[in-house]
């Protein structure tokens, strides 16, 4: 990989120059070239040495979340694709990377001040490296929801097309912004309606969907040569493409608003119970194992698992300001469980801690996932970080426009074992990827797109980014056809991981 040398310290013609200059050495063309076949690992070795610090009995049900779907393996096979970019070209542009942008890893969640902003929610691989690599990730992760869903190969294209259009107009758009302006640049929900509103008005266009070919053709009424009866039966298409839109801006408005009853009130409704006067975390193995029934678990008593917890607890508010600390040395800790997450992630080591402040009306959910090693490491410079749980930290700080108050890490007492705390639930909330429409697809591909670019300005440099992707669809459709390939290349990966179960090279649970 060629590394270009601007600051931004430089002007902004010489970074300018950097950018253009990166363009003779990685042709955006270039971007189209699939890995290499040749000498590729075997993809099922690489999921089962990632295995090997996961907890073993949660690796079973990680295999079966994976095998849902080729969309499902993509999002738990991140360690897999890391090793295949590893030899695709790059321009030298370095970023902060999430490591890990496929599409269901954007959401929304809580400002500090209360607003629901949508953004990277996953930062579990983050590390500085080429921006390509976040890029080809998010846009695969589109070609394949888009496969999932069943998407004709016409509204696949388009929907990863505009994840790439929109990731390189928001880079031109931060390049000519101020430095301050891009760090506090922001996706509100007001933000969201309005372009929800916008994009609707867009593809309402004449010439711009099936809908608009149809208007001023006629009613339907038969004639000899049948024109009318097609005009009729596309005008009938259009009003059900109406009503597929009104139906996904409905569906978004109902997940946002969702969002704003998702906060520890509510998931102590769903995840406590009320035992002998006290608040409980329920027991429902595999996925939520309380302290209490983990005796003898990991060589610990339950009675010196509680005193870890205090532990780390008292270590973790060191890595908080002091007027986060003090907010949280107002809540003491009342119970402690084990909970299964994600898809990627299990397996890896994740609890859920319920404090208490004023009364049990007084809430605080926390949730301490293991931080292991990013799978980009083994292809990028080691992390400047002392461990793996600050450098996930560090770098969603960096990468997020506002972080949760509470995001913290801890080294574990076991060797090699590295956690990050933040808020379980404070207003965060997913996509539906597996419900949307062409519609609803694109326009989430077109927030996706311009949130990891807004991501990659705060830490990279716009000016040199923007200069070299340029304002032609060359990179748009030159990453296009790369995520054609790999969704190909995805998809026999996906075999050979299902036909590895049923060989009983990997066991898998599944339905948990």
């Known amino acids: 990989m060629t590394t270009t040398t601007a600051s931004p310290r430089d002007s902004v013609e010489d970074r300018r120059a950097h950018g253009k200059e990166a363009a003779t050495h990685t042709p955006l063309s270039s971007h189209a070239e699939p890995p290499r076949a040749d000498g590729r690992p075997d993809p099922v070795e690489l999921l089962i040495q990632q295995n090997s610090t996961r907890e073993a009995d949660l690796v079973p049900v990680r295999h079966g979340r994976?095998?849902?779907?080729?969309?499902?393996?993509?999002?738990?096979?991140?360690?897999?694709?890391?090793?295949?970019?590893?030899?695709?070209?790059?321009a030298g542009?370095?970023?902060?990377?999430?490591?890990?942008?496929?599409?269901?890893?954007?959401?929304?969640?809580?400002?500090?001040?209360?607003?629901?902003?949508?953004?990277?929610?996953?930062?579990?691989?983050?590390?500085?490296?080429?921006?390509?690599?976040?890029?080809?990730?998010?846009?695969?992760?589109?070609?394949?929801?888009?496969?999932?869903?069943?998407?004709?190969?016409?509204?696949?294209?388009?929907?990863?097309?505009?994840?790439v259009r929109a990731y390189r107009v928001a880079i031109?758009?931060?390049?000519?912004?101020?430095?301050?302006?891009?760090?506090?640049?922001?996706?509100?929900?007001?933000?969201?309606?309005?372009?929800?509103?916008?994009?609707?008005?867009?593809?309402?266009?004449?010439?711009?969907?099936?809908?608009?070919?149809?208007?001023?053709?006629?009613?339907?009424?038969?004639?000899?040569?049948?024109?009318?009866?097609?005009?009729?039966?596309?005008?009938?298409a259009g009003k059900a493409a109406d009503s597929r839109v009104d139906e996904s801006i409905k569906a978004a408005h109902k997940n946002l608003r969702k969002a704003h009853t998702r906060d520890s009130i509510h998931a102590l409704s769903r995840l406590a119970e009320v035992v002998d006067g006290?608040?409980?975390?329920?027991?429902?193995?595999?996925?939520?194992?309380?302290?209490?029934?983990?005796?003898?678990a990991f060589g610990l008593s339950a009675d010196q698992m509680r005193s870890v917890v205090d532990d780390q607890f008292q270590a973790y508010q060191t890595t908080l300001s002091n007027d986060r600390r003090q907010l949280l040395e107002r809540f003491t800790i009342v119970d402690m469980a084990r909970k299964v997450v994600g898809v990627g992630s299990v397996g890896t080591r994740a609890w859920i801690v319920l404090l208490q402040g004023r009364d049990d009306h007084d809430p605080l959910f926390l949730q301490v996932k293991e931080a292991t090693r990013s799978v980009l490491e083994g292809h990028l410079p080691k992390t400047e970080y002392d461990t793996p749980g600050q450098r996930v930290v560090e770098g969603q700080r960096l990468m997020q426009e506002s972080s949760d108050i509470f995001l913290g890490w801890t080294e574990g007492v076991q060797d090699d074992r590295y956690y990050y705390w933040r808020q379980l639930r404070d207003m965060k909330v997913s996509a539906l990827v597996e419900t949307m429409t062409p519609f609803a697809m694109t326009f989430y591909a077109r927030m996706c797109g311009s949130t990891l670019a807004r991501a990659h300005a705060r830490s990279g440099d716009p000016v040199a980014m923007a200069a070299y992707l340029g304002s032609g669809d060359a990179l748009d459709q030159a990453i296009n056809a790369f995520s054609i390939r790999y969704a190909d290349q995805n998809s026999r990966d996906y075999e050979a991981f299902v036909q590895a179960a049923k060989d009983g090279r990997i066991e898998a649970v599944h339905g948990t």
């Open 66 to 90: 994976m095998m849902v779907s080729p969309f499902t393996f993509f999002r738990g096979a991140a360690k897999v694709m890391a090793s295949d970019l590893a030899d695709t070209p790059t």
């Open 93 to 163: 542009l370095e970023v902060q990377l999430c490591g890990d942008a496929h599409l269901s890893n954007f959401g929304a969640y809580a400002s500090p001040e209360r607003q629901l902003v949508f953004g990277l929610n996953d930062f579990d691989e983050t590390l500085p490296g080429p921006f390509e690599y976040d890029l080809k990730r998010m846009a695969t992760s589109f070609t394949i929801a888009a496969r999932n869903n069943g998407f004709s190969k016409n509204d696949a294209t388009a929907v990863t097309i505009e994840s």
């Open 172 to 236: 031109a758009e931060f390049a000519g912004m101020r430095s301050l302006d891009i760090w506090y640049a922001h996706l509100a929900e007001g933000d969201i309606q309005e372009a929800m509103r916008a994009f609707k008005d867009q593809a309402s266009a004449p010439g711009k969907s099936g809908k608009d070919k149809s208007r001023g053709k006629g009613h339907g009424k038969a004639t000899k040569d049948g024109k009318a009866g097609k005009a009729g039966k596309a005008g009938k």
């Open 278 to 296: 006290r608040y409980r975390i329920v027991s429902e193995p595999p996925v939520v194992v309380p302290v209490r029934d983990l005796d003898g």
